[in-house]
């Protein structure tokens, strides 16, 4: 069964950082693509960043290029999202997700969704 369980979430003021993680298990890590989302208040869901697996990098989404960095412990089954620099648009709930159909920053081809966590920025 493929879980996948955020943490790291809270509330910070605006020019400060949080490090969301998200614990996988239940299918092949390293093969397939692993994705942030976040989801604010009254709109649709955006993709933040990607590892893409097969191309062996990670996708930014240019709202958050240079401010956010995704990273992954392939010992522990766990990503991670370093932001920094945040802004009050930053605010959302942040989804990690498994992208079997290699669609990256699209939320459409992710099969598999953790609950997510809560980050507020407070200006």
């Known amino acids: 069964e493929v879980q996948l369980v955020e943490s790291g979430g809270g509330l910070v003021q605006a020019g400060g950082s949080l490090r969301l993680s998200c614990q996988a298990s239940?299918?092949?890590?390293?093969?397939?693509?692993i994705g942030w989302f976040r989801q604010a208040p009254g709109k649709g869901r955006e993709g933040v960043s990607c590892?893409?697996?097969?191309?062996?990098?990670?996708v930014y989404a240019d709202s958050v290029k240079g401010r956010f960095t995704m990273s992954s412990d392939n010992a522990t089954n766990t990503v991670f999202l370093q932001m920094n620099s945040l802004k009050a648009e930053d605010t959302a709930v942040y989804y990690c997700a498994v992208d079997p159909k290699s669609t990256w920053l699209l939320d459409w081809g992710y099969s598999y969704w953790g609950q997510g966590t809560q980050v507020t920025v407070s200006t």
């Open positions: 590892i893409r697996a097969l191309e062996r990098d990670t």
């Open positions: 239940g299918f092949s890590f390293e093969a397939y693509d």
